[in-house]
């Protein structure tokens, strides 16, 4: 019973078998300049025509594979799926060089370290990752959550990266709202702010967006200059006080080298 349904999922191109014979059938396309007859792949994979025949039409209705004068090459599909697969490591390979900065930023400052994304439709930051203080008083969030621009370090550094015009038009959209007694919500004071930020590179909010922490952000950006988000130091404000400058500095440091990680200069 066990090899007659191993027969038919073979049949229906289901098996572990089938799928080796797939990925050595691509393999031996991706190598060759040239179309290769169905003949030619038999002898160069060992596999009977009509089972490659059978895989090759399967590949053909996915554009992975196209008939050219009676031999086969790669087709559309494959070259989109190879380019999704190159772009899936680059991200991976990002994310692992940004992660390693948090660490080392974690451990440079002693404080909380995050990495947030902007979202310019809504006017929000949402924390995408971060590596947590070994101080028994730090400050903590949750992967996911959200913060308005205009009170963050992060969402301040970010918005300094966006034209003065856009910056207006946030400014001018936005309704600010006081999220803790010593939130700035005066408009003009908010555009200073970010020009601040623009011209030196980093953010530092003090009882912005809560009570009783400070944030440091500065920009982090890819091989082709875009920005990946922001890098923040995450503080209590109390331990943070004595040393703002400090915490700017190894931020900016911290950014600076994972965008060279990255590709950018």
Known sequence: MIEDAEKD??????????????????????????????????????????????????????????ATEGAWRLGPGAFGLGSALTEARRRLQSSDLVRDGMRRL????????????GDQDHGMITYVDLVESSNVVRYTVSIGDRRPFYATAAGRVLLSTC?????????????????????????????????????AGYAQTVDQAAEGVTGTAAVVRDAAGGVVGALVIAAPSARAAGRLEDLARLVREEAAAISRSLGFR
């Open 9 to 66: 999922g073979e049949r229906r191109g289901g098996s572990p078998q089938s799928v080796t014979r797939v990925i050595r059938l691509l393999e031996a396309l991706c190598v060759s300049t040239e179309p290769v007859s169905l003949a030619d792949l038999s002898r160069r994979l060992s596999t009977p025509k009509s089972s490659l025949a059978a895989l090759l039409r399967g590949l053909a209705d996915e554009d992975l594979v196209v």
């Open 163 to 199: 034209s003065p015009a856009a910056v207006e038009t946030y400014l001018k959209r936005v309704a600010p709202a006081r999220l803790a007694p010593g939130t700035e919500i005066d408009p003009a004071v908010l555009a200073d702010v970010v020009e601040q930020a623009r011209a």
């Open 106 to 117: 974690a451990a440079r400052s002693g404080e909380t370290v995050l990495l947030a994304v």
